[in-house]
Every structure is written in structure tokens, then in C-alpha cells.
């Protein structure tokens, strides 16, 4: 799949031109090692595994028992406790970070000094400074960083954003998402941290439009993180988004709206098959009466359309793309930058949330 | 279906004891006039009609086209374009006002003056302080006054209403709704007083619980009504409710989402059968790394049950219930009172929305 | 909604030439009587009353109850116990049948013979040769036969017939339908002569072809009706049928999949908006090992398309066509012959069910 | 999950008592082959390496290909194009069979004569005679033949098989089995040795029954395989079940109903959570009028519910059985009597399906 760059970004690092353009072109696979094995980690050591251009030599883990199952199913490659002795394989080119999210910066930091271009679980830090910091790095060290915004690489978002930029929605009136399914209560991290990010990235992407402030609500029980959070993000001229994240719900839904003056989106991730329906429908505006029972009754007023949605696993595609970038020297999709506009929400949302819904300016 | 009163309202109209329960027991079929024959006016006409307490009377529109429908389909009846000539006709007892909400006020006191029980469809008028004269009006006049919140009388809410109140939920920790669709935009009224009300409604009767404060975000072109909107009503006791209000979308949703620290609910009124599921689902919080996983594979915690619902049309247990209330002499479920708080929090809901989300107390 | 006949009947009525078109255009409405006021007489009551060219005169059925309930719906009409004093009142010109099966024939005979156009509720008649019976009487009555197989004007159903008819599904192999929920046991009929019966009138609208053998297999318990049957409908050229009606389900399945070379089609009458969804899949023959691979892991094969459906209600599309069709002494769409076939696949199958599935050939 | 026989087989092979149970405890892992590599082949590798019981040793396979895809993956693991090196590995005990149906029997036969446990993909074999040989050769040569009806390792179909066990449903009055998509037109096998298989092995497990009878129809285009099949088969006292199969549907439907006396329910595979709905619905036989309406209205009678189901991946309890069966010296659960059981109702199926339909007696 080829990957486009959206057209907008309302975060621009005051960064040097291009900086790893110069990368070679190499014949032999990049070597790959994945720190932290827990949930997230055995997906990202497969796909590197199954990836040609990628040659999966260590896995690190704090745990003997996580380290004995990675051997089990990697019988070739090196396990450490330590990360350190991962970093100092000179083989190993390539890193992939997928610890709890308070020990990012750090070990990332690390993997950088030591030369590793750095593949970075979301969210790519604990705060925006931690994230501009770790971001200035891989510049300074002409390394690859990508944060592993896993949706943005699926064949329905990528939908999504076509259906933005060719115009075919008009101009789009609001973003809506709901993520909301019983999950557990994390001692690490909360709601916005863990399931918010996820939509705020897509609608980074999607939308490619700069947010100028954020109000949050939540629910947030004294000494223990957010379980639910309700965000909405506005932007110049009359759009808003709002992200719904919940930990406590009976049910799992991946549900977002997207509404334009022509046509209208419903992006549902649950659905097996049809993903992504475009509903040809638009607003209209009646003054007289009759037309007010008319429409209340005829209440759809066009087709529907479900486009045919690539199925290629997400972070298998992220990981080929992680491949080109250090091939090729480019700038990922979901740099450094974008790492850091996802948290900049994060940190307005979370603030406000304390605030009962205050809005918060960005100043970006 | 026998009507239980809510134990807890948070708002408490400072008038004389009961003024309404010296009304005589009749024998005779109430007589009862209808104002406003749009929309929602000939499903009032047609229960009314089948209703055997009640003799329906009389029709009055302003339009003659609507006087002419109503009259081919109850040829018996008197039709009025000046509904104060229904007013007059000394044998008509109750009237049912389906008007534009800016009418609400004047109509519906020129109907109280007049010594009309009254029943007023949602919401009870454009302001809190019309709705508290119009329920004063009421006590004053010894009439009922029933604002037609026609959610509450149907079987789905009280069924949830029933489970807060027995405790099988647990502690109740948020309450989400959501009620959307592609609907018209409105010259008279915007999204809140248009759908965000029932939800409102619906939360007020099934919490019982005294909100704190609102704060709320939506869309609001210039020169237009808000055609979307997110409220978030904070309670006491860490409690949050949010409704997700949007006459913008491309499909219909009427879903709530109901969390107790026992058991979590989803009320789906677009389910044919099963409106009410209730899930035998907690909250885990894990400290262990294997749980974790476990967790994350094993999503279902427990069984669902849907309880048997009464399919009963709602409208025709709402008036009922106010042939009930006229013949004992009591005060109806959805009093003045009610149709009061709702109004407060939509007044308060349409400040913070202008104001991005900022708070806003609610000095009840 | 204009009315298209369809291209092809297998079954065609040895009568003579088009009996009924010298019918004079009236300009006075017609004036109808509906004998029957149970479960459906109430809805063709309602349909003829809201329709401009009719004038609902009478009603007549067995109870008082029922009369007076119309009575009290309908103050200026008529009511009768006897429905032959409803036959002789010269001024109702057409009359609509909603009785028990067992009586269509008797009474349909004494309206035709009475010089009344006829509805008759479906199926036409207990016996193909009652059926065969009506439909000759009304020739010689020159009367227009309506057979109420309703379905067949509902926008869904017509949308299916436009989709075989242009050609765009390609060749069609199989329709596939199935109605099943948790019906009433009924005295009168077995599950096949209710339900069954919807399913083998879409089928013979949609498809336009000639069956030629029918196998069917079913539940019969012992001194009581089927109450669950399957029936395997067998055309030519290799194109199947299969009609799976059940009384005893406890969800309710309304859904008919039509498969074609070039395209497939799901109609679900119980989707409230997108009734009918035509996806763009067709047949791949592999014979590579990888290519077994690749399909069964990429399972979509192209876009879904819901076509916007006409929601007009399908009783009052049938009642106008009842309405021009006596204006403009025309054959209707399901007439006579129509409710011939329908029965002549409920006798083949009945046969067959009994016998466990043997085939039954048609001669027809 | 521990496993319970179910009550009631229709075949007893005429066997010698339990003839494996004198095998020994063995403490070692037991080595295991797979032979077959294809589409199932990585799933039966993969659960067989992390089984602890287990040790995989070898893989075989006719591609080059498919043999380098294992080796990556398993490193450790031999590779062999011929199986008869597989059979020759002394270290091998068992044997998976994931190769195309045609090859079973020869296969499987060598791999028993060879004193290998034998675990054979759905179905056993060819035909009739052939399943009866390679059970009859299993018992002779002292070793566990477990058929690889997988299903019947999931969760799902155990509640089903409790839910009549225990008999919470009342006396079963019908078995209707939905199990249709767009398949792969296979070369080998038509859609009831390929879909179809699959329900009436659940079938068989669900009712424990003794089939008398089998009438089937579907389609087959000539000189291909049957591509959609319809399967009705006759129990004693009035009980029928049916199945669909089909490979040529725009959509997956996964959808079993199981009507009894008491309660009925409703196991949709394609569900991610509430696999099993259990209705609280009975029948009821109305003889007044007035009930008949009330019923039409009223349609649910009582409430769902939805168990928790256990959500093991059923490959993997299947497997664990096997490893029980071998170490204890027991029969398994889906033993080579339950695949000639399966091959039997596909032989009649097959028969009658020529037929059009004519039912063919299970002389059993």
C-alpha cells in the first residue's frame, strides 16, 4: 500500500530540512529488536519476523517468564532482561519500543544515543516536552522515528482521509467518535492516555486541520485515573470533533461519524466487512409545514455506499512503511510530529477535564 | 400499568399542599380539545379518540388543510382555527396543547385561566421562568398540568428506572445517551430543546438525582440553530451523565449507556425486542501483568439478561395517566416540576455551549 | 408509483381477450365495503378511507364488538353482521375481503356475482380449483380480481424485480428467503398457507419463470398444521428456489438473498433504512493453492451498494393500483392468475412436505 | 474444560470393550507431526507447539513453498516432502492429517499401520466404508482416532448441548442450521462434505439423536460440485432438523435456532459475544379472536438470556483432549464412530440431493 502524506500539519517542528534523506539503500535485512514483551509486543516481534526486509534478532523483557515464551517461538533469536544489552548488539538497527508508557522516554533516548532508528508504541511520551525531546533526537542522530498510531495505517482510515481530501464529503461539518468497551482499569495510564489517543490520532490525520482548543469532561474517581472521558476539539471555521472513551462499558463500540454538507461517514470497526458506509446524504432546510411530515416520515433521501476496504493487517503495513522510511531516509507518516500533536490534546483534555469542561486554547 | 412516583427530585416547587385532590369523581367521559393538529397533534387526537376516559371534542390549527384532515378522520368532532372558540366550549375539561414552543406559554395560560386541565407537549415552554408561571398557574387553577415527557411512560424506562431504584445496579457511576439522526433543522427550536429534552428527561426521572452543574459543547453556525450537542451534567458524588444530541447524522441511534459498580445497562429504543440488556459486568482493577492479558482475551465477564418489556404504546399510558390524575385529583409523573428542571438544564446547557464547555452552576 | 407488469407468467388463464377495458372512466369516487374487521381488515378500512377515489361505505363482519369498533372509528358508515345486506347496497361498486381463508370462496363468489370489483386478502382461495373459479367469474363478472399479495408493492420488492430485470445481477442462480418468528399457532391455516405463501409470491413476481417440481420437508404434528415448513422450488436452466417459513422462532427473520453471476443481493425486511444491500461479488473458480489462501483471508471481493428505497406503504401503492385498475378496466399486477400460482405451489408442497420431500412435479 | 460424552449415539461400532485404555502414563512430551501444511495445517502447528503436552517435530508437506513458510516459522522443526519420512520418525506417536479429503484414508491408514495416534481433519474420509476401515484399524492397532469436527470443542456448541441436556428447553422440536458466504468453488469436495459437515456434526452432539431419514436438495451446476445445499433430516418422534449450506452468499450467516417445547434459542457464530441467546418463548395455542390480536402485538412473551461462554480457542481444548485421550487411553469425544456418523448423513444427503429432494431411509 502506498502511503500518502495528508496535505496539513498544525504542528510544524522548527526542525533542519529533511534530515535523513542521505540514509543508503541497503541490500542485506535490518535487524530488529523489540523491548518489552508483554501485550502489545508479541504483535509487533511477528510482523517484524514476517517481514523480509526486517531480521528479528532480540527480544527484552523485565520478565523471565515473557522471555521464555518469546524463545519458545523465536528459537534463533537473543533474549535480555536487560535492555541495555539489546542497544549494544551492533547488529541491531532497528528498535521497537512497547513498554509501559512512563519508561518511553527514557529507553527511547537510549535507543537513539545508541543509533537505533526507533519504532515508539503510543503514546510516544508521558508529556509534550518528553515527546519534542525524544522528537529533536531522531533528528539530531538522522534517525528514524515512528510512533506506532496503529489506525492510521488500516484500509478504513485511509479511506476515511480520501474521502476527505478528494472533496467528496463538501466540507465537513463535525468529526464523532465513540470508543467505548470494559476494559481494564490501568494503573499506568487513563482513559485519554489509552483509548482516546487512538481517536485523536485519526482524526489528526483525517482531518488535517489545526485544533484551536479543547474542552473535556470525564469521570474521575478520587486517587484513581479517568475511566471515561468526553473531548471535544474546535477548530477554525465551525468544525468541532469530539472523542468518547470509556473504559466502563458493557458493550464494545468503535463507532465514528463524520458529517459533511454532501455526503455523510459512518466508520464502524466492529463491522467484519463493511467498515466504512458513505451516506448520500445531506441537510436540508424546510420552512413549510407539509415538507416537515414528509420528511419525518421519507427518512433516508439517497443511496448508501460501501467501498471496498484493503484488510491488510495495520502494523504489518506500519511495519513495512517503518522499513521504506529507513531505506529510504523519509520521514514516517506518524513521525515524531504527530506523536507530539497527540499528546498536546492529551495534555489540554486532561486539564480541562480537572476544570469541569473549561476550555483550554492551544497555543500551537 | 400502575405509575410509581420517583423517590428524589432535586427541585421542589414552594406551593400549598396537594391543590388537586378535592376533584369530585365523574362519572362521564372527560371532554377534551386538542391545539395544534401538526405533527404530534393526531397521535394526541387518536388516543385521545381510543382512550375510553376521554370524549375528544374538539381540533383547532391555524391551518384550514390540517382542520380538514382531522375533521375526515373524526367527522363528529368541532374544528377551530382560533383555539380560543375550543376554549370556550364550556364542555370540553381538558386540553392538549401540540403548538410551536413559543406558543406554549401564552396558549397554554389562556387554557389554565380558562380551567382547562392541561397537558403540554415538550418542552413546557421557552424558559424556566414561563414554565414556573405556567405550573403556578396550575396549582393556582386546582388543574392538572402533565408536560407530555412521553419517554418516561413507556416500558424501557421505567424498566430502567425500576433497576436503579431496587439497587441491582450498584452504585451508579455515569449515564451516557446518545440520539441521533438525519433530522430537519428546525426554524423554531435548536437540537436541545428539540432532542437533547428527552434525554434530560429520561436521566432526571431515572437518576432521581440533583444535578450540580453543565457544561456543554456542539455546532452552532452562525444565524442558525445548534444542529449538535454534547452536555455533560455533573451530580454530586462523582456521578456524570452526558447526552450526545445531532440532528446531522446519517443513521438513527437511541442508545444509552447506564454503569453501576454491579451491573451496566444498554437501553436501545431502535432494538424491536430487546430495548433493555443488562450485563453481569463489573470493574477488575489488576495490578498482575498475567491478568492483564487475561483480561484483554477473555472480554465477556458475565451473563446478559434482557428483561421482558411492556410494549405498550407510550402516549396511550401517558394519557391514562392523566385521565388518572383529573379523576383523583393528583399530581401527574411528568408534572410542572419536571418540565421546570428540564428546562433549567437546557437553559443551562445553551450558556455553556456558547461558552465552549465552561461550567455552569446550577443554583436550584 | 407506476405499476410494471412483469415479462413473463407460467401460468396464463385460457380467457378472453382483456374483459375489462371497456370500463367507463367515473368521476365519482368508488364506493367500497370491507367484509372482515379482524387483524387486517382495520388497515385496508384505514387505506381505503385515506385514498381520494374510494369512499369507505361499509363494514361487515361476524361480531358486534368488532362493528363497533369501526363504528367508532368510522361514524359515517355502515355496519353489518350479515355481509350479504353489505353486497346489496348498490352504491358500493368494489369490495374488499378479509375473512378466513376457507370463506374467500364463497363470499368472493357472491360479491363477482353481485357485480362488485374484488380485493381479496391472500390466498385467494383454500384450493386451486376455488381460485380458478373466482378468476373465471370475474371474467365473465368483467370485475377486476385483485389477489392482496402485498409485498409485491412494496419498493423493496419492486426494487429486487428491477435488479433481476435490467439485468445487472447477470444470470440468477438461487433465491433464498426465509420468515420465521413466533407466530400463533392458527386454526384455520398451516404455516405454509400464512407465511410461506409471502415468500412464493415475491418468488414468482422477482424471478418471472416457470417452476417445474417442488420438494418441501416440515414439522406436522399429528392433528394439527404445519408449523414449520422448508420448500425447494426447481426452475430450468439449473436455477433454484428455497422458502423456509417457521411459526416457532423466537427472533424474527425477514430475509431473502439473491444470488447472481454477476451480483448478489440481501433484501432484510427487518433493516428499518437499507432493505436491500447489492454487493459486488461474484464466483471465482481457483485452482492455485495460493489463491485458496488469499480468498479465504481477503473475504470482501468489491462495494456494497444500498440503493435508496421507496417507503410509501405497500397497502396503499396496492389499494391506488386497485383504484386505476377498475378506472381503467386493467388486469392488476397480482391478479387472478397470481393467486393461481401461489396456490398451486401450496398444494405441490403440502403434498410433498407430507411425503418428506418427494418431488412433486408441476403440470402447469 | 473437561469433557463429557454425550448420552445417546445412534451407531455402536461392534468393537471390542475400550481397547486403548491400558496405554501408559508416559511423563515425556509426546512428539507430533502434521501432515499437510495448507490452509489448516499452520493452525494445527501452532496449537500443537504451544500445548504443553506436545512436542511438534515435523512437518509435511508436497510444496517447497509451504515448507520453507513452516521451517520459518519452526525453526527446529524437520521438514519432509515425502510423509512416509515423517511416518518413519520413531519419536512421532501422532499424527495430524490436514491434507485434502480424497488422501485421508490412504494417508491415515499408513500413519495407523505405522502405530501413530491419528488425528484426521473433517471429514474422516471419503465415504462410508473408508471412515469405518480407518476406525476399525485404529482399534486394532491400539491407538486414539479423534476426528476433527472442531466445533465441538467450542464453548458455544457445549451450552447448547447442556441446554438440552439438562433439559431446560423442554422436549426439542426442531434443529435449523444456517451456514453460508462466499466460499472458494472448491476442486475436491462440494458444499456439504465442505459446510455442511459442520452442523451435522454439531447436530449429531446437540440432540443425540438417531436420524431416520434424509431428504436434500440444492444446486449443482453439471460437471462442478454442488455449491448450496438444503438438508432435512428425519428423527423419531416428530423432531426434524435441517441445514443450510451455501458457497455462493454476498454475506456470512453463522446461525443455528433450536426450538423446544419450553424454550427456545438462538447460537449466531458470527456474534462476538453473545453467542447463545436463550428466549424464554413457548407456543401458545389461541382459539379466541380477541388473543389473536393481543398476540400480533405482543410479540416477546418472556425474557433472553445470554450466558457467559467460555471463550477458549476450540482448536486448542481439542487438542488437549487428544493429548488426554492418548496419555489415558480413552476414546475422544469426536471419535472415528462420530465421523462415520457424519459421513453418513453426507452419503444420504448426497443421494437425495440427485433426487430432487426424494427421501432416503438411514438403514443405521
Redesign the interface.
Known amino acids: 500500500m502506498e502511503i500518502k502524506m495528508p496535505v496539513c500539519f498544525y504542528f510544524d517542528l522548527p526542525l533542519e530540512a529533511d534530515p535523513i534523506n542521505s540514509y543508503p539503500i541497503m541490500d542485506k535485512k535490518i535487524g530488529v529488536g523489540v523491548i518489552g514483551y508483554?501485550?502489545w509486543g508479541p504483535n509487533l516481534a511477528r510482523n517484524f519476523?514476517e517481514t523480509p526486509g526486517f531480521n528479528l534478532k532480540a527480544i527484552s523483557d523485565l520478565?523471565q517468564q515473557r522471555l521464555d515464551f518469546a524463545k519458545?517461538r523465536y528459537?534463533?533469536i537473543d533474549v535480555f532482561s536487560n535492555y541495555m544489552d539489546l542497544l549494544n548488539d551492533p547488529e541491531i538497527e532497528a528498535v521497537a519500543l512497547s513498554t509501559p508508557t512512563h519508561t518511553h522516554f527514557s529507553i527511547g533516548m537510549a535507543a537513539l544515543k545508541a543509533g537505533k532508528h526507533l519504532l515508539v508504541e503510543k503514546p510516544l511520551a508521558s508529556s509534550v516536552e518528553q515527546a519534542r525531546q525524544l522528537t529533536e533526537e531522531a533528528v539530531k542522530q538522522k534517525k528514524v522515528l515512528l510512533v506506532d498510531h496503529t489506525f492510521i495505517y488500516t484500509g478504513a482510515v485511509r479511506k476515511l482521509r480520501e474521502l476527505v481530501e478528494d472533496g467528496s464529503l463538501g466540507k465537513i461539518?463535525?468529526y464523532?467518535a465513540?470508543r467505548?468497551?470494559?476494559g481494564?482499569?490501568q494503573?499506568d495510564i487513563n482513559v485519554l492516555w489509552d483509548l482516546a489517543i487512538h481517536d485523536l490520532a485519526i482524526m489528526d490525520y483525517v482531518l488535517g486541520a489545526h485544533p484551536r482548543?479543547v474542552?473535556a469532561?470525564?469521570?474521575?474517581?478520587?486517587g484513581k485515573h479517568e475511566?471515561?472521558s468526553?473531548i471535544?476539539v474546535?477548530f477554525d471555521d465551525?468544525l468541532?470533533a469530539?472523542v468518547?472513551a470509556?473504559w466502563?462499558?458493557?458493550?464494545?463500540v468503535r463507532r465514528t461519524?463524520l458529517?459533511g454538507t454532501n455526503k455523510?461517514?459512518?466508520y464502524d470497526d466492529?463491522e467484519?466487512?463493511?467498515k466504512i458506509?458513505v451516506?448520500?446524504?445531506g441537510?436540508?432546510?424546510?420552512?413549510s409545514?407539509e415538507?416537515?411530515?414528509k420528511?419525518?416520515?421519507?427518512?433516508?433521501?439517497?443511496?448508501?455506499?460501501?467501498?471496498?476496504?484493503n484488510?491488510s493487517e495495520a502494523l504489518r503495513t506500519e511495519i513495512e512503511h517503518f522499513h521504506d522510511c529507513i531505506r529510504k531516509g523519509e520521514k514516517p507518516l506518524t513521525d515524531g510530529a504527530a506523536g507530539i500533536r497527540a499528546i498536546q490534546l492529551l495534555e489540554a483534555a486532561s486539564l480541562?477535564l480537572k476544570?469541569?469542561?473549561?476550555?483550554i486554547d492551544l497555543n500551537l
Not at 466502563?248 to 464494545?252: D, E, F, G, T
Request: proline share 7%; net charge neutral; charged share 15%.
Open positions: 508483554g501485550y519476523n520478565s519458545s528459537p534463533s461539518l463535525y464523532d465513540v467505548v468497551n470494559l481494564l482499569i494503573q482548543a474542552s469532561t470525564g469521570l474521575a474517581h478520587p475511566s471515561i468526553y471535544t474546535f465551525n468541532i469530539h468518547h470509556n466502563l462499558a458493557p458493550v464494545k461519524l458529517g455523510m461517514v459512518v466492529v467484519p466487512s463493511e458506509k451516506y448520500d446524504k441537510i436540508s432546510v424546510s420552512s409545514v415538507d416537515v411530515y420528511m419525518l416520515i421519507q427518512y433516508r433521501t439517497g443511496d448508501m455506499h460501501a467501498p471496498h476496504i484488510a480541562s476544570k469541569r469542561g473549561e476550555p
